[in-house]
């Protein structure tokens, strides 16, 4: 078996749309996970600094290792999905298995999002358990019973 691109120059038969369904998954792929972690990245700050308590410090850096983090998971699924499925004889195939492709990325880049929403949330609650109460203690008329 000769390699993808030794293939293509070759003439192989269907080895061009394989290359060509390769090369559009990995940018399409990779632009929406760079503009999601970008997305998040932006939007994300002002609820990690919620989430801890206006230290802007730790959640600035708690939101870079978050960025890095899904770029490398991502990034990582991206490459490794490259492999699997079927491969593309035709424009018709191409699209079917690019839209596939594209369409797994896309349930990975959200599942993702929404995890990380989830524990940041349950982080958030847990942290404004630690606050005060908007009314002072003291401004509490204690009712008895008679």
Do not use: C, Q
């Amino acid at each position: 078996m000769k390699p993808i691109m030794i293939a293509t120059i070759a003439g192989e038969e269907g080895s061009a749309a394989a290359v060509w369904t390769y090369i559009a998954y990995l940018l399409i792929s990779v632009a929406l996970t760079v503009w999601v972690a970008r997305t998040l990245h932006k939007n994300g700050r002002i609820f990690l600094v919620d989430s801890f308590l206006g230290n802007e410090p730790l959640a600035d850096s708690v939101n870079h290792l978050l960025v890095v983090g899904f770029y490398l998971i991502n990034i990582g699924y991206v490459t490794l999905a490259l492999k699997y499925g079927d491969k593309a004889t035709d424009a018709r195939t191409a699209l079917e298995i690019l839209s596939t492709k594209v369409g797994l990325v896309l349930v990975v880049l959200g599942v993702m999002h929404f995890s990380n929403l989830f524990i940041f949330s349950k982080m958030r609650r847990r942290a404004t358990l630690h606050r005060p109460p908007p009314i002072p203690p003291e401004g509490y008329v204690k009712m008895t019973r008679g």
